[in-house]
Nanobody, 124 residues
Framework: QVQLVESGGGLVQAGGSLRLSCADS????????MGWFRQAPGKGRESVAA????????YYTESVKGRFTISRENAKNTVYLQMNSLQPEDTVVYYC?????????????????WGQGTQVTVSS
């Protein structure tokens, strides 16, 4: 049973930074694309960033380009989301997810393992 555990969320002032981490308890982490999603109350889930199994291909939603960086350490079964220049509109719960594939995927339907989520709050 794969378990994804996020950490690193919290409260930060606008313009600040946070780094989210997601540890995968499975033994096949390096075979799969990983992604970060976010969902505000009453809204749909949004793909924020994704990285393929090798780390050579990445995706970012337009609103975070140039501010967020996704990376992974396959030796540690961990994926990261470095978030810089945070804005109040980034306030939401962030979820780590593992795709069913090794090539880059963006749509949430391509992911079948999800973490419990970590809250990010950016104060103005």
């Amino acid at each position: 049973q794969v378990q994804l555990v996020e950490s690193g969320g919290g409260l930060v002032q606008a313009g600040g930074s946070l780094r989210l981490s997601c540890a995968d308890s499975g033994r096949t982490f390096s075979s799969y694309t990983m992604g970060w999603f976010r969902q505000a109350p009453g809204k749909g889930r949004e793909s924020v960033a994704a990285i393929d199994r090798s780390g050579s291909s990445t995706y970012y939603t337009e609103s975070v380009k140039g501010r967020f960086t996704i990376s992974r350490e396959n030796a540690k079964n961990t994926v990261y989301l470095q978030m810089n220049s945070l804005q109040p509109e980034d306030t939401v719960v962030y979820y780590c997810a593992r795709a069913k594939y090794g090539t880059l995927r963006v749509a949430g339907t391509a992911y079948d393992q999800w973490g419990q989520g970590t809250q990010v709050t950016v104060s103005s």
